[in-house]
C-alpha cells in the first residue's frame, strides 16, 4: 500500500482542518487505518485509529475535537481536526496496518498560530 496524506497548512487556533489519506496498490477495506503525529523535538505519538468495521479510537489529547474516518469506495481515510491548538502542530502521517503489514505516508504539516 502506497499512502498520500494531503490538508495540512497553517491555521490559526480555534480553527479546523481536514487531512485526508489516499491509499494505492491495494484497496484498503480491510486495513486499520491511523494517525500519528510529530512534533518537533518528539517521538511520534498515535492520535487516531479505524478499524475495518468503522470502530474508532482516539488519543486523550484529541478526543472530543478530532475525527476518523473512512471512505472505503475512494480508498481513503480522513482526519477532521477541529478546535485546533497550538500543541496540536505537528506532522501528521497516516499508517495502514494488515496484519505484520504497515505502510506509512510521508507526512503532512499542521502548524497552529496562536
Known amino acids: 500500500v502506497q499512502l498520500v496524506e494531503s490538508g495540512g497548512g497553517l491555521v490559526q487556533a480555534g480553527g479546523s482542518l481536514r487531512l485526508s489519506c489516499a491509499a494505492s496498490g491495494r484497496t484498503i477495506g480491510n486495513y486499520r487505518m491511523a494517525w500519528f503525529r510529530q512534533a518537533p523535538g518528539k517521538e511520534r505519538e498515535f492520535v487516531a485509529s479505524?478499524?475495518?468495521?468503522?470502530?474508532?479510537y482516539y488519543a486523550d489529547s484529541v478526543k472530543g475535537r478530532f475525527t476518523i474516518s473512512r471512505d472505503n469506495a475512494k480508498n481513503t481515510a480522513y482526519l477532521q481536526m477541529n478546535s485546533l491548538n497550538a500543541g496540536d502542530t505537528a506532522v501528521y502521517y497516516c499508517?495502514?496496518?494488515?496484519?505484520?503489514?504497515?505502510?506509512w505516508g510521508q507526512g503532512t504539516q499542521v502548524t497552529v498560530s496562536s
Open positions: 479505524i478499524t475495518s468495521v468503522g470502530s474508532t
Open positions: 499508517q495502514s496496518r494488515l496484519g505484520a503489514s504497515v505502510a
